[in-house]
C-alpha cells in the first residue's frame, strides 16, 4: 500500500496532536477516519527527533488488529514516553519535535542475508526470546555495509554475538519495506 500525500500529511497529524494532548492532559485522543487506506491494518514506526538527534521511536512491526492510525497515535505516545533510551517528552519540546513514519510492509522470510538490500529492505534477527529491528533507513543514515549493519543488529539490538547471522543455524531473517515520510 502506497500513501498519498494527504494520507501520509494526516498521519503526521495524528501522530503529532496525539503526542502533544498526551502530554499536556493526559488524554489519548480519537479521530474519525473515513479513508479506507488509513483503517487497514500495518505495522508502523514513529521517529521523533529534536534538533535532528533521534528523540525516541517505538513502531509495531505488525498491527494487532488495529487500523493504521490508531498504531501511528499510539506509537507517537510510545515514542515520546516509552523509549527507554530517553526520559519522557517534557512539554517545553513538544514544539521542537519532527515527526517522521515508516509504515511497514508485511515481513517475509530471508533465507541469504545477502539478499538483504541496504537502504530498501528493514530487518528483523530473531532466535528464541531475543530479537531485534532495524528500519531500512538506519543503513544510509550510519553509512554501513551490509555486514556492519547486520552485525550491528545482531549486537545492539538482539544482544546476539555479532556474527550470529552468518553462522548461527537458529537465526531467523525477516525483511519488511517501508513508505518513510515526514515533516
Not at 493504521?68 to 514516553?81: D, K, P
Amino acid at each position: 500500500m502506497l500513501l498519498n500525500k494527504e494520507q501520509k500529511n494526516t498521519l503526521l497529524k495524528i501522530s503529532r496532536e496525539s503526542l502533544e494532548v498526551y502530554i499536556l492532559r493526559g488524554e489519548i485522543l480519537d479521530f474519525e477516519i473515513t479513508v479506507k487506506e488509513l483503517e487497514e491494518n500495518n505495522g508502523a514506526f514513529v521517529t521523533l527527533r529534536k534538533d535532528k538527534e533521534l528523540r525516541g521511536c517505538i513502531g509495531q512491526i505488525i498491527s494487532d488488529n488495529k487500523p493504521l492510525w490508531q498504531v501511528a497515535r499510539n506509537m507517537a505516545i510510545a515514542a515520546g514516553t516509552e523509549d527507554p533510551r530517553f526520559l519522557p517528552v517534557n512539554k517545553k519540546e513538544l514544539e521542537f519535535l519532527n515527526y517522521e513514519i515508516s509504515v511497514l510492509s508485511a515481513p517475509k522470510r530471508c533465507n541469504d542475508w545477502r539478499d538483504i538490500e541496504l537502504g530498501k529492505h528493514g530487518v528483523i534477527i530473531s532466535k528464541g526470546t531475543r530479537n531485534g529491528v532495524f528500519l531500512p533507513q538506519v543503513a544510509p543514515e550510519t553509512g554501513w555495509s551490509r555486514e556492519e549493519f547486520l552485525s550491528q543488529l545482531c549486537a545492539q539490538k538482539a544482544g546476539l554475538a555479532a556474527d550470529a547471522y552468518k553462522n548461527d543455524p537458529d537465526i531467523e531473517l525477516k525483511i519488511f519495506t517501508a513508505q518513510v515520510f515526514g515533516e
